[in-house]
Nanobody, 120 residues
Framework: VQLVESGGGLVQTGNSLRLSCAASGRTFSDYAVGWFRQAPGKEREFVGVSGRSGDSTSYAGAVKGRFTISRDNTKNTVYLQMNSLKPEVTAVYYC??????????????WGQGTQVTVSS
């Protein structure tokens, strides 16, 4: 599975962004898709995950209520809607496909990442 993230950019505090993770290759619906982020000097951290059908999702406590994951298996795409953005969410955001889990080692395939920068 090849994953390509898009939709990152520079936004002001309080604004929203929607990231996309487009997949190609093996059957996309066979995999859970997680979102992770990594800020400079910090470890990669879990943001959220969608189960294979999109019916099941889990989120990190820091983003719960502000971020929403959805997926469209007909388009082989998973989305991360991010609302009420704050500077502390500035990071490179990655999507990954694999087993449903909170740790990076649950995932087999990774995208290249997309930069999200929130200015104050």
């Amino acid at each position: 599975v090849q994953l390509v993230e898009s939709g990152g950019g520079l936004v002001q505090t309080g604004n929203s962004l929607r990231l996309s993770c487009a997949a190609s290759g093996r059957t996309f619906s066979d995999y859970a898709v997680g979102w992770f982020r990594q800020a400079p000097g910090k470890e990669r951290e879990f943001v959220g995950v969608s189960g294979r059908s999109g019916d099941s999702t889990s989120y990190a406590g820091a983003v719960k209520g502000r971020f929403t994951i959805s997926r469209d298996n007909t388009k082989n795409t998973v989305y991360l809607q991010m609302n009420s953005l704050k500077p502390e969410v500035t990071a490179v955001y990655y999507c990954a496909a694999g087993s449903y889990g909170l740790r990076p080692n649950s995932y087999i395939y990774w995208g290249q990442g997309t930069q999200v920068t929130v200015s104050s």
